[in-house]
């Protein structure tokens, strides 16, 4: 499951609509997709025609934690699902104000949900306060819609400070790409604008441009994606290609990881090596019967810029079965092809040290 914020301090950037629409475009491809509308204006809400008046539950639900996400979820079709806001939203900072593990309740709450998703796409609100960092502090990517304003490539820096003291505090790095937002390309403002993105953020920017057009405003004002309000307009194609962009680089990182590391466990001098590739987790542990199934505390580390979980285990030559523990669940080792079934029915992975 990939985890992506959709972040810009500034208002009037391109956020919503980007969330929207990526959104959308990926649940056209058939993955199944969870918007998080975390804005208190509730605009990606109201952008799929969700009457939030009516609503009995929104996502300020599980930051008062008398109900998990799962409960406040709305089922768009069968690829889009929604987590809705409300205007009260807006009280959560105040509410929560010196309460401790504030900073993690969506984090928690994403965590504790039942249902399977292939991307978790957040609106975050124009501002960098506790909802946003709930967000990043939720999510292993961050997409920063920039529209052609020096005042909103400005406003990056902050926010590119916070994804820095998130890696430092909580030991959670993020990977950030900016996309260009709202762009007239006709004019040389614009083409100067982004020669100066590409020089700043170089490959962390999308190749895709978002363009101006009437038909994106449109669209949410009738409470549809663009890929179904006008799917040949110039919108349309501008986010069904940044979600090819999006796509590929979920290859390309699958490519990369599987030539950064061997796949499965690995005898070494110092003892084996157990290797985890999983881009959204947030805590990796180990146990086996060589632990008597209790969890090895700090025994899977996470490689700086990557998705890779690393440990390494010093055992005597023998026969061992084990699991990994991945936020809270126990699963068996996906590159690991020896599985054995305990008389319980569990499934084990297995290995021999020689």
Same mark, same amino acid.
């Given at each position: 499951?990939?985890?992506?914020?959709?972040?810009?301090?500034?208002?009037?950037?391109?956020?919503?609509?980007?969330?929207?629409?990526?959104?959308?475009? $990926?649940?056209?491809?058939?993955?199944? %997709?969870?918007?998080? =509308?975390?804005?208190?204006?509730?605009?990606?809400?109201?952008?799929?025609? *969700?009457? *939030?008046?009516?609503?009995?539950?929104?996502?300020?639900?599980?930051?008062?934690?008398?109900?998990?996400?799962?409960?406040?979820?709305? %089922?768009? =079709?069968?690829? $889009?699902?929604?987590?809705?806001?409300?205007?009260?939203?807006?009280?959560?900072?105040?509410?929560?104000?010196?309460?401790?593990?504030?900073?993690?309740?969506?984090?928690? +709450?994403?965590?504790?949900?039942?249902?399977?998703?292939?991307?978790? *796409?957040?609106?975050?609100?124009?501002?960098?306060?506790? $909802?946003?960092?709930?967000?990043?502090?939720?999510?292993? &990517?961050?997409?920063?819609?920039? &529209?052609?304003?020096?005042?909103?490539?400005?406003?990056?820096?902050?926010?590119?400070?916070?994804?820095?003291?998130?890696?430092?505090?909580?030991?959670?790095?993020?990977?950030?790409?900016?996309?260009?937002?709202?762009?007239?390309?006709?004019?040389?403002?614009?083409?100067? %604008?982004?020669?100066?993105?590409?020089?700043?953020?170089?490959?962390?920017?999308?190749?895709?441009?978002?363009?101006?057009?009437?038909?994106?405003?449109?669209?949410?004002?009738?409470?549809?994606?663009?890929?179904?309000?006008?799917?040949?307009?110039?919108?349309?194609?501008?986010?069904?290609?940044?979600? =090819?962009?999006?796509?590929? &680089?979920?290859?390309?990182?699958?490519?990369?990881?599987?030539?950064?590391?061997?796949?499965?466990?690995?005898?070494?001098?110092?003892? %084996?090596?157990?290797?985890?590739?999983?881009?959204?987790?947030?805590?990796?542990?180990? *146990?086996?019967?060589?632990?008597?199934?209790?969890?090895?505390?700090?025994?899977?580390?996470?490689?700086?810029?990557?998705?890779?979980?690393?440990?390494?285990?010093?055992? &005597? +030559?023998?026969?061992?079965?084990?699991?990994?523990?991945?936020?809270?669940?126990?699963?068996?080792?996906?590159?690991?092809?020896?599985?054995?079934?305990?008389?319980?029915?569990?499934?084990?992975?297995? $290995?021999?040290?020689?």
């Amino acid at each position: 499951m990939r985890t992506i914020a959709i972040v810009n301090q500034k208002g009037g950037c391109g956020k919503t609509t980007t969330a929207i629409n990526l959104s959308a475009s $990926l649940a056209e491809k058939r993955k199944k %997709v969870l918007l998080v =509308d975390l804005d208190p204006q509730s605009n990606a809400s109201i952008g799929l025609k *969700v009457t *939030v008046e009516d609503l009995n539950l929104s996502i300020y639900d599980i930051f008062s934690q008398s109900h998990p996400l799962d409960e406040v979820i709305i %089922v768009m =079709d069968d690829y $889009l699902h929604l987590a809705p806001s409300q205007l009260i939203l807006s009280a959560v900072e105040q509410e929560l104000a010196g309460k401790e593990g504030r900073e993690s309740i969506l984090l928690r +709450a994403i965590d504790s949900m039942k249902r399977d998703y292939d991307y978790i *796409v957040v609106d975050c609100p124009p501002s960098l306060g506790l $909802l946003t960092f709930n967000a990043l502090r939720a999510c292993s &990517e961050a997409l920063v819609p920039i &529209e052609m304003s020096i005042f909103s490539l400005q406003g990056v820096a902050r926010l590119l400070e916070l994804i820095k003291l998130l890696k430092t505090k909580y030991n959670h790095a993020i990977h950030y790409k900016a996309l260009a937002t709202i762009c007239n390309t006709r004019t040389l403002f614009t083409a100067e %604008v982004l020669e100066n993105m590409r020089k700043h953020f170089g490959k962390n920017m999308y190749r895709t441009i978002i363009h101006t057009t009437v038909r994106l405003k449109e669209s949410a004002g009738y409470g549809l994606p663009i890929n179904k309000y006008n799917k040949r307009c110039r919108g349309a194609m501008d986010y069904t290609q940044l979600t =090819d962009e999006v796509l590929l &680089e979920e290859k390309r990182l699958r490519k990369e990881v599987s030539l950064s590391y061997t796949a499965g466990p690995r005898q070494t001098k110092e003892g %084996v090596l157990f290797s985890y590739y999983n881009p959204s987790a947030r805590d990796v542990r180990i *146990v086996g019967d060589f632990s008597d199934w209790e969890p090895l505390e700090n025994s899977m580390v996470q490689e700086q810029g990557k998705h890779i979980w690393t440990g390494k285990i010093p055992l &005597e +030559a023998g026969t061992y079965q084990y699991k990994f523990i991945v936020d809270g669940e126990w699963k068996v080792d996906p590159e690991n092809p020896e599985v054995v079934t305990t008389s319980m029915g569990a499934r084990n992975s297995a $290995l021999k040290v020689s």
